[in-house]
């Protein structure tokens, strides 16, 4: 079975610094994949950035990028000079492969100040 | 544009009555999934469907029931028996394959049953 956990209910920042969410997963596949999304207050689910389990480097995507240490078992997400529209809940997610079901995390509020 | 519809945004009904939720994607995705959410918690997934005619229960099929007849709608049943109905379901679509591909999000049915 797939875990994810999320430590951290709410974090908050300053605009135009960074921030961290943690993420932790559990898994004995050897292949699998971990997902960022992002959900406003509105609901929808906004897809930000994929890290395959083999990739060797960190992924990236503007100001978000993932910081993947696979003997930790972790993929936190960065998000570089945060803006206020950056305030939303954040969720981690894994899955086998293309076409198998994501395990999410409990989500990370994270807001914004100016 | 392609993407993926659920109708409506906002349901009401009465306790003991069966509900069904649309979900509609034009992406030719051959995966689609329904989820709940409950307020401030993560997504749990109800039922998977990866190829037309066949699906699969995920965590909480209790009460709910799908079907898979074509390869563009996917909608859920909320019966009477499923005891706590009111939440905020989420459809989504991804296709099958090689690697990983995130899941690709509808704007979400906010059910409520009193």
Redesign the interface.
């Given at each position: 079975a797939q875990k994810i956990t999320q430590t951290q209910p709410g974090m908050f920042v300053q605009e135009k610094e960074a921030v961290t969410l943690d993420c932790t997963y559990d898994t004995s596949d050897q292949s699998y994949g971990l997902f960022w999304y992002k959900q406003p207050s509105s609901g929808e689910m906004i897809f930000l950035i994929y890290q395959g389990s083999y990739d060797e480097q960190n992924a990236t995507e503007g100001r978000y990028s993932l910081n993947f240490q696979k003997a930790r078992k972790s993929a936190n997400l960065v998000i570089s000079a945060s803006q206020l529209g950056d305030s939303a809940m954040y969720f981690c997610a894994m899955g086998r492969t293309s076409g198998s079901r994501l395990t999410f995390g409990e989500g990370t509020q994270l807001t914004v100040n100016p | 544009d392609g993407g993926i519809t659920q109708s409506p945004k906002y349901l009401f009904r009465k306790e003991g009555q069966n509900v069904t939720l649309s979900c509609e994607q034009n992406l030719n995705h051959?995966?689609m999934?329904w989820?709940r959410q409950d307020p401030?918690?993560?997504?749990?997934?109800i039922y998977?469907s990866?190829i037309v005619n066949d699906f699969q229960k995920?965590d909480i099929a209790e009460g709910y029931s799908v079907s898979r007849e074509k390869k563009e709608s996917f909608p859920l049943t909320v019966t009477s028996a499923q005891k706590n109905p009111t939440a905020?379901y989420?459809c989504?679509s991804?296709?099958?394959?090689?690697?990983?591909?995130?899941?690709?999000?509808g704007?979400?049915t906010?059910l409520t049953v009193t």
């Open positions: - | 051959d995966a999934y989820y401030g918690q993560g997504l749990r997934l998977y990866q995920g905020f989420l989504a991804s296709p099958v394959g090689q690697g990983n591909y995130e899941q690709y999000f704007p979400g906010r």
